[in-house]
């Protein structure tokens, strides 16, 4: 047997981090964050312990890492050419990207959720929320403004509000709610 490339050495720990988080991801989305020990995440994910330490410094660190990266990936879609100047078909592919990764990721969904109405977890990531979503805020607000509404901040924050509800709601009820006609009322009404 050859030894391995340094390819093949990244590939694998890339696939080791994925397998942890994703493994993780679903054990705090059913179980909570608290209820789940590293223990339980290392043997479900049919590893050591002490390989998932060389891969995560604490519990907390992996939630800061899957949480980060999951609001990267929604927020990706914002503003596609990032040029800092929202248009109505780039606010339309974003509600529509949302709506798809609503469905696609409900794991990563159920934890957000749960994550943003628990105080004393939402400290490990507010930081890097809120600097991630306030420049998006304030696009979406001169969006607004250049349509000539009254209230452009209320408008943009309604928008927000508005999409957290609507996949709350979807998370608990998916096979009842009937998503793709709200999100046509949503493109209706917002943009």
Same mark, same amino acid.
Do not use: C
């Given at each position: 047997?050859?030894?391995?490339?340094?390819?093949?050495?990244?590939?694998?720990?890339?696939?080791?981090?994925?397998?942890?988080?994703?493994?993780?991801?679903?054990?705090?989305?059913?179980?909570?964050?608290?209820?789940?020990?590293?223990?339980?995440?290392?043997?479900?994910?049919?590893?050591?312990?002490?390989?998932?330490?060389?891969?995560?410094?604490?519990? #907390?660190?992996?939630?800061?890492?899957?949480?980060?990266?999951?609001?990267?990936?929604?927020?990706?879609?914002?503003?596609?050419?990032?040029?800092?100047?929202?248009?109505?078909? #780039?606010?339309?592919?974003?509600?529509?990207?949302?709506?798809?990764?609503?469905?696609?990721?409900?794991?990563?969904?159920?934890?957000?959720?749960?994550?943003?109405?628990?105080?004393?977890?939402?400290?490990?990531?507010?930081?890097?929320?809120?600097?991630?979503?306030?420049?998006?805020?304030?696009?979406?607000?001169?969006?607004?403004?250049?349509?000539?509404?009254?209230?452009?901040?209320?408008?943009?924050?309604?928008?927000?509000?508005?999409?957290?509800?609507?996949?709350?709601?979807?998370?608990?009820?998916?096979?009842?709610?009937?998503? #793709?006609?709200?999100?046509?009322?949503?493109? #209706?009404?917002?943009?």
């Amino acid at each position: 047997m050859s030894p391995r490339t340094t390819k093949q050495l990244e590939e694998i720990r890339a696939s080791k981090r994925a397998l942890i988080m994703n493994t993780a991801l679903k054990l705090f989305a059913v179980e909570g964050y608290y209820i789940t020990s590293i223990s339980k995440i290392a043997s479900a994910a049919n590893i050591s312990k002490g390989l998932l330490y060389n891969y995560f410094k604490s519990k #907390e660190d992996l939630l800061s890492e899957i949480f980060h990266l999951g609001m990267d990936e929604i927020f990706k879609d914002f503003d596609p050419n990032q040029d800092g100047v929202l248009t109505k078909e #780039e606010l339309m592919f974003f509600i529509d990207k949302t709506f798809q990764k609503l469905n696609k990721n409900k794991d990563f969904w159920k934890l957000y959720f749960i994550l943003i109405m628990k105080p004393s977890v939402f400290k490990i990531y507010e930081k890097r929320f809120m600097e991630l979503v306030a420049p998006l805020f304030q696009t979406l607000e001169n969006y607004y403004s250049a349509k000539g509404l009254k209230n452009p901040n209320a408008e943009a924050r309604l928008l927000g509000a508005t999409l957290d509800g609507v996949g709350m709601h979807y998370i608990l009820d998916p096979e009842n709610f009937p998503i #793709e006609i709200v999100k046509q009322i949503i493109i #209706e009404k917002h943009i």
